[in-house]
Nanobody
Framework: QVQLAEYGGGSVQTGGALTLACVVS????????MGWFRQAPGQAREGVAV???????TYADPVKGRFAISQDNTKNTLYLKIDTLQPEDTGMYYC????????????????????????WGTGTLVNISS
């Protein structure tokens, strides 16, 4: 059974940094696409960053230059390193898995807020104080 669990959220001052982690187990696809998505209260879920099994990445415009997605396959863990946190980064952060994603699919996943991914974690909350 596929399981995804996010860790690392918390309350941080504007300008601070966080590293989120997502531990993945039981996913059937040997070459999955993985991504991070976030949702602020009262807002739709939006894409953050997506990475394919070959390491190719795509980032949403608001996080470019500040966020970095990576994966450690030996630990079955997905990471999101975040720098220079801003109040608008506040929200619930989710990791998700799906079929292999080329560039077109990565962009589409970001635009759709992750619709198309087939497995999701339950989220970790990030709160930025200003």
């Amino acid at each position: 059974q596929v399981q995804l669990a996010e860790y690392g959220g918390g309350s941080v001052q504007t300008g601070g940094a966080l590293t989120l982690a997502c531990v993945v187990s039981g996913y059937a696809d040997s070459s999955p696409c993985m991504g991070w998505f976030r949702q602020a209260p009262g807002q739709a879920r939006e894409g953050v960053a997506v990475i394919d099994s070959d390491g190719s990445t795509t980032y949403a415009d608001p996080v470019k230059g500040r966020f970095a997605i990576s994966q450690d396959n030996t630990k079955n863990t997905l990471y999101l390193k975040i720098d220079t946190l801003q109040p608008e980064d506040t929200g619930m952060y989710y990791c998700a898995a799906g079929p292999s994603c080329n560039s077109r699919r990565r962009w589409a996943l970001l635009k759709r807020g992750g619709t198309g991914m087939d497995s999701w974690g339950t989220g970790t909350l990030v709160n930025i104080s200003s």
